[in-house]
């Protein structure tokens, strides 16, 4: 597949690598009660409410099993599996899901104001993996119209 030899995907793949490390460590440091709601994410003035620290640790226990899936994908894509690329785009499909739902709960609990730069930031370094999720969509859906074309002959 030529996907395996592309220096862009390469990139994208290791970005990704990278960002789940930090992703990881992060909510490694959350669960060990090294930083509190308190602190990460930026709060609503008034603070979490309790039901909102409950979902929010939800979305962490899963971050960190997708960080964990991520790197199975990213290591076999380095060793040029093919079916990597389906582990890519479910861990990739799980990760924008818990985006879009932390994105959901920060916004309703009135986090945004007074933080919108921190949540900003939060999601510009996040571009590259929806490019890459773009990417493997595209990718995943060449590979397997092939594959039916094939099997139809």
């Known amino acids: ?27 490694t440091v959350y669960f060990l009660d090294l930083i509190t709601l308190s602190s990460f994410p930026p709060p609503p003035e008034a603070g979490w409410q309790k039901q909102m620290a409950v979902a929010l640790t939800g979305i962490a226990l899963t971050d960190t099993a997708v960080a964990c899936v991520s790197f199975f994908f ?6 040029r599996k093919h079916w990597s690329l389906l582990v890519g785009l479910v861990s990739l499909t799980t990760y924008v899901y818990g985006s879009m739902l932390f994105t959901y709960y920060t916004i309703l609990n009135g986090a945004w104001r007074g933080n919108v730069i921190q949540y900003i930031f939060l999601y510009v370094v996040s571009i590259p993996l929806y490019v890459l999720f773009i990417y493997l969509i595209i990718e995943t859906s060449r590979v397997t119209k092939m594959q039916w074309t094939l099997n139809r002959k």
Request: no cysteine.
């Open 74 to 79: 990213i290591g076999a894509f380095f060793l």
């Open 1 to 27: 597949m030529h996907v395996f030899n592309n220096n862009w995907y390469k990139l994208l793949v290791s970005y990704y690598g990278i960002f789940q490390f930090f992703h990881l460590l992060l909510n």
